[in-house]
Each structure stands twice: as structure tokens, then as C-alpha cells.
Nanobody, 125 residues
Framework: QVQLVESGGGLVQAGGSLRLSCAASGRTSSRYAMGWFRQAPGKEREFVTAISWTGGSTYYADSVKGRFTISRANARNTVHLQMNSLKPEDTALYYC??????????????????WGQGTQVTVSS
């Protein structure tokens, strides 16, 4: 089992920045890919970004490319999401997710095995 706890959400004006963090505990000796997803009211959960265990491979949704950056610090069992140039359409509940694997990085929510409770990001216009 892996427990995930997100932090760093909040209210920010359009054009501003936020840094989300996800702290993992439990079965952290295993290798796992990490991802961030988001869900706005009335919409389905959507992929934002993902990173491999080594950090050598990263993937981004087109809507956030060039604005968001995912990184991880395995020694601290944490993953970060730096969000710059935020837009009102980025407003959503952001979830951290983990997939136990050595190399494979899934991009679909259904593939991830462990989820955090989410942290709210609200971008005002």
C-alpha cells in the first residue's frame, strides 16, 4: 500500500504560480511512476502530467505544456508540480496518483493504483 497526501493548493490570480507537492508513505521502497490528474466540477478527471520512477521520462497534457513542470525527489518520497502562468481553466481539484512499476508510465487515470485526497486549485480572472 502507498498513501499519498497532496498539499500546496490555494487561490491565485490568473498569471500566477503555485507549487503542489505529493508526499508518499507506506510501500515507498518499491519503484512507482507518479502522475497528477485534475477534475473540475461537472467534468471528468483528466490527465495533467506524469513522471517515471527515475524522473528521466515526463509526460504532459497539451493544455499545460510549457507552463507546468513535474519533478520528484525519491530520497524524500515526494513529487512536485510547479504550475506557472495559471489560467482560470486550470481551476480544479488536483490529485496525485501512483503506479507501481519499474519503467512503465501510464497516462490513464484507470491505470493508477493509489490516489491522494486531492488539493483544490482556484485561479481567479
Amino acid at each position: 500500500q502507498v498513501q499519498l497526501v497532496e498539499s500546496g493548493g490555494g487561490l491565485v490570480q490568473a498569471g500566477g504560480s503555485l507549487r503542489l507537492s505529493c508526499a508518499a508513505s507506506g510501500r515507498t521502497s518499491s519503484r512507482y511512476a507518479m502522475g497528477w490528474f485534475r477534475q473540475a466540477p461537472g467534468k471528468e478527471r483528466e490527465f495533467v502530467t506524469a513522471i517515471s520512477w527515475t524522473g528521466g521520462s515526463t509526460y504532459y497534457a497539451d493544455s499545460v505544456k510549457g507552463r507546468f513542470t513535474i519533478s520528484r525527489a525519491n530520497a524524500r518520497n515526494t513529487v512536485h508540480l510547479q504550475m506557472n502562468s495559471l489560467k482560470p481553466e486550470d481551476t480544479a481539484l488536483y490529485y496525485c496518483a501512483a503506479y507501481l512499476a519499474s519503467d512503465y508510465v501510464p497516462l490513464r487515470a484507470a491505470a493508477f493504483e493509489y490516489w491522494g485526497q486531492g488539493t483544490q486549485v482556484t485561479v481567479s480572472s
